[in-house]
């Protein structure tokens, strides 16, 4: 016989398994019952995904912060020792276009534990929400707490808040020094790019203070097509970039960017971005107060609010 408890939890995991998905059309549509299917479900989904991790716990390998490529997580954690050795962190990203910084981020021999779990988290039969900004997005995840229908798995939030707090936030701030101030709000997303399916992004610029864009492809998955282009507003030049496994951009938000069109195989990313409360960014020109090493690697106090860019 189930404890109270138990009863109440085991029926939000089968509640949200039983949920009805609004139409697609309505989806794409953005029409405002979908906006009110996720919020009406907003608490069963969290208690459905606890409720999933509590039973998988053990089946399912969680992705841990070990996945991170060696160097950079040595010189990360060498730098939250002791922030004036922050140098080794930057040193490891090179600037390969204005205000777009390139760097190995996860070891790709060790991906497929990401994959594979966000493959087990596509299969538990909870309805995630696509983001809304990718036209079509059909197999990518909203992935922070503020979005409606998101990877709520405590164990891949713990993961999103690690790499958020402990790598992207202080890295951005010694790369971006004016963005700082502008990053203790978070939002993230997963996108995967195929034939036929989604396949290129429009130039634009993001809400972002920085974005985080990192491929989470396996070494064995070729595509072709599918650079980032990202555009030069004041030489007009444009940088075409390829992504390889592993590999992370991190760039200005106000940089613009597009997505060539994928003409073979798949590409898979996580693109994290932060900015200030009330999703404020910083303004061109801005007067930038100097801060210390011990100030970037610091965890804000800030509580974080609603906004959503999408
Ligand atoms: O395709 C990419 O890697 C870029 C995605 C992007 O720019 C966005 O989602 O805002
Ligand atoms: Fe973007």
Redesign the pocket.
Known sequence: MNTHENVKTTSSLAQARALTLPPREAILQRAPSVKQFWHSNAKLLESAWQEWQKEESGSVFEPSIQLVDEQLSKAVEQAWQNPDQEVAVKNLWHEVAPGVFKAQFFNPARLEELRYYLDALAKTGIATRA?F??VYNRRGAMLDPRSEGYLAAPGFQAFYNQLLDDYMRPIARLLMPEIHGFDSQTFG?S?E?QAGMDTS?QP?T?ASAA?L?ININLPEEQYEG?E?DFYDPITKHVKRLR?EPGEAMLHRGSVP???QPITKGT?N?M?LWLYGEKMQIPVFNNVIEPKTAAERWAKPSNIKDKFAPF
Do not use: E, K, M, Q
Request: proline content about 5%.
């Open positions: 983001p900004g990718i997303f996108i790019y992004l634009h993001d974005t864009n599918s980032v992504f960017h597009a997505a590409r990313n693109v």
